[in-house]
């Protein structure tokens, strides 16, 4: 059995691709579990770039076929801000909220906004697929729920009442914007467009 690396360090990011890559049939395993440490500039000007560019880094050093992805949030009040910014906008989650609460004040509800994604699988030969997901909402000025992470206690997900942090996982990972990424992704492959990828979805 092949075993691919889910390379992040944000230990929700980690949770939902584990539960959503676990129908590939393949083994999982993280950073952590390999002890590989390495840095890698998050400074393109675009979400697959960034995503494909931690794939491969990451394939290269561990010899792995290699899952990174690149998040950000779409305010259309702050013109798209804080996009692929988003993780950078302030320190942990809790004041990265807060800060984006205090640049929204003063401007109008509602607070439309999407979240994006792109998922890249990375080969260790630098061979990359990227599959790409949105998820539309708005944004809100009171936390709600206990699940999920980042922004999603602020973030009411379109078509529903509920935040992103009010959804169960299994539920998240049927509409969000990292779940589609990773479909996108999935049918790519099953097209054959990384043809020497050991990775087969079922």
């Not at 840095?39 to 979400?47: F, K, L, N, S």
């Not at 004040?105 to 080969?123: M, N």
């Not at 998820?135 to 980042?150: D, L």
Request: neutral net charge.
């Amino acid at each position: 059995m092949p075993t691919l690396l889910i390379a992040t360090t944000n230990l929700g990011k980690l949770r939902e691709l584990t539960a959503l890559l676990g129908n590939l049939g393949v083994e999982l395993t993280d950073l952590m579990r390999l002890r590989l440490d390495l840095a890698v500039a998050e400074d393109d000007p675009d979400y697959d770039s960034i995503a494909r560019k931690k794939a491969m880094r990451y394939a290269s050093a561990s010899g792995l076929w290699t899952v990174a992805d690149d998040t950000g949030l779409e305010v259309d009040a702050l013109d798209g801000a804080p996009g692929v910014r988003t993780a950078r906008l302030s320190g942990d989650d809790r004041s990265r909220r807060s800060k984006l609460l205090a640049l929204l004040t003063g401007h109008p509800r509602p607070w439309t906004a999407r979240f994006r994604c792109s998922v890249a699988l990375a080969s260790p030969a630098g061979e990359a697929l990227v599959g790409r997901g949105v998820c539309e909402g708005e944004m809100i000025p009171v936390e709600r729920g206990r699940q999920g992470f980042g922004y999603d206690p602020i973030f009411l997900v379109a078509g529903t009442s509920r935040t992103m942090a009010e959804l169960p996982m299994g539920e998240k990972n049927q509409i969000s914007h990292r779940a589609r990424a990773v479909r996108e992704l999935q049918a790519r492959l099953e097209r054959g467009e990384l043809p020497n990828s050991p990775i087969c979805p079922r």
